[in-house]
């Protein structure tokens, strides 16, 4: 007889186990707590209902990861003939049974801990590690075996068990999934908390979404990502449920219009609606910002209603005035970013000597740097350079589609040598290179590199720097620039 590894033969027993309804069900009151995860993960895969009820109602963790698990199911690895959204259906149904029995208080053998179901895709490595054959590692003595536990009659009641949950309205309603468990909390709102940790809006039209918003417990929102084609008016109506939005860390506004024929007084009356709510959003860190019309003369405004110093600002293809740009130094709000973005603004235009201040400034917090496709011209990085270097935290700095010559990037990259923290560089590659409007093709790629390596050889540079070959034309049409860039296809490392 073949040797079989104890992971293999456990899954053969578990396998073995739900060929027997009545015996798995039996098992459930015996089963040890490390058992649980694998065989629950196999009743979920076999659309095995009464036995995940019944999983649930003695579930032996504080939280149960449901999200990560639906993320990870394989619909060909379904022991089923049904189409696997309705058996995801069934399997939803089914925990929140259990849940709904478990809440009722109804007399069980056992007693659950359960006090999350986690419906978000977090990615964690819950299912993955209960799930091979590391049980010696994550299984601590007391996981081993479960006592019987009953429920005494002068127990304290529970708190309520939290629902954890990610929304994204791309219309004006919710999935299926989404409409059953509203209404489900709706029944047991004493008993069942949701909390929406993140939140993202992309409907066209907000009106018809107020009556959902309404039903929604906003102040557990950590995320919140709405915009996408709105207009001022769409936002200024959002406002008062941005404002609940309590434990807010992370703001997205993305493409919000502002009508042509609007009024100076009408436009700064709506500003004020939506600026008022951002002093109650204590908790918020991070703001980005792509494409919002609103905040061109308004910058200022906008952040000094902040309670509390940001760790990022992102401002992405937006307009800013000759006073936004003056007072940017100035602003409290963002002396100690961590990650700062202002991608696709052109800043030629401007004093670099704003930009130099707040670089002070920034310069013992300042870890992100991205000036991608700001027409920065060789005078005001000159006068910029001194303060960059004073940025002794600083770990990645995009600067492509800023074009210099080759004597201006051997002079800026002599000088970011010397940051001892910087390990990500990007350029574009230097003016004199010819290069075509889409890119080089593999022979020319090999010409670039060499050409790059003549450059950068003599200079001893002490990380790898990437340089693209993309045009800038073809950047104006990436909307959403990432606040920690990654080197593209057209980037050519250079060591």
């Excluded at 008016?233 to 506004?253: D, I, V, Y």
């Amino acid at each position: 007889m073949s040797l079989q590894s104890p992971h293999v033969l456990r899954n053969l027993a578990i396998q073995s186990l739900l060929r027997d309804k009545a015996l798995a069900m039996e098992a459930v009151e015996h089963l040890p707590g490390e058992l649980y995860p694998p065989v629950f993960m196999e009743a979920f895969s076999r659309g095995h209902t009464e036995l995940l009820q019944a999983m649930v109602q003695s579930w032996p963790f504080p939280s149960l990861p449901l999200g990560d698990l639906m993320s990870m199911r394989d619909p060909d690895t379904l022991f089923t003939h049904q189409h696997p959204v309705r058996v995801e259906e069934r399997m939803f149904h089914a925990v929140l049974d259990g849940l709904g029995v478990l809440l009722s208080h109804k007399p069980c053998s056992r007693s659950s801990k359960l006090q999350v179901l986690d419906l978000r895709v977090m990615n964690h490595n819950f299912w993955r590690v209960w799930g091979e054959n590391n049980l010696e590692v994550c299984c601590s003595p007391g996981m081993r075996s479960r006592e019987t536990e009953k429920m005494g009659p002068n127990e304290v009641k529970k708190k309520p068990i939290r629902v954890l949950v990610v929304l994204w309205l791309s219309q004006e309603w919710l999935c299926p999934l989404e409409t059953y468990l509203l209404k489900w909390i709706q029944k047991r709102e004493d008993l069942v908390q949701l909390h929406c940790t993140k939140l993202g809006i992309r409907a066209p039209c907000f009106r018809r979404l107020r009556k959902l918003l309404s039903r929604l417990s906003l102040e557990p929102v950590q995320e919140l990502d709405v915009g996408h084609h709105w207009t001022i008016f769409a936002l200024a109506r959002f406002a008062p449920f941005l404002g609940q939005m309590r434990n807010l860390q992370r703001l997205t506004l993305s493409a919000i219009k502002v009508p042509a024929l609007i009024t100076p007084k009408r436009r700064e009356h709506l500003f004020s609606q939506i600026t008022s709510q951002f002093g109650k959003l204590q908790c918020l860190q991070e703001i980005y910002m792509n494409s919002v019309q609103f905040l061109e003369g308004h910058l200022d405004q906008a952040l000094r209603c902040l309670s509390y110093p940001l760790q990022t600002l992102s401002l992405t293809h937006c307009q800013l005035s000759q006073s936004d740009w003056n007072q940017l130094p100035h602003m409290e709000q963002i002396r100690k970013l961590k990650h700062f973005n202002l991608s696709c603004i052109k800043l030629s235009d401007f004093s670099p000597e704003p930009l130099r201040i707040l670089l002070d400034h920034m310069a013992p917090t300042l870890t992100t740097l991205h000036l991608e496709n700001c027409h920065i011209t060789h005078a005001q990085l000159q006068a910029i350079l001194p303060s960059l270097l004073c940025c002794s935290q600083l770990n990645t700095f995009c600067f492509i589609r800023n074009y210099m010559s080759t004597g201006t990037m051997r002079n800026l990259l002599c000088h970011t040598a010397r940051l001892s923290n910087l390990k990500q560089e990007l350029y574009s590659v230097p003016q004199e290179f010819y290069v075509p409007r889409h890119g080089a093709h593999n022979q020319m790629r090999e010409q670039v590199h060499q050409d790059l390596e003549w450059i950068m050889r003599p200079l001893h540079h002490p990380r790898t720097v990437y340089f693209c070959t993309f045009h800038c034309e073809l950047c104006c049409s990436q909307k959403f620039l990432k606040i920690h860039p990654n080197p593209c296809s057209a980037c050519i490392p250079i060591k």
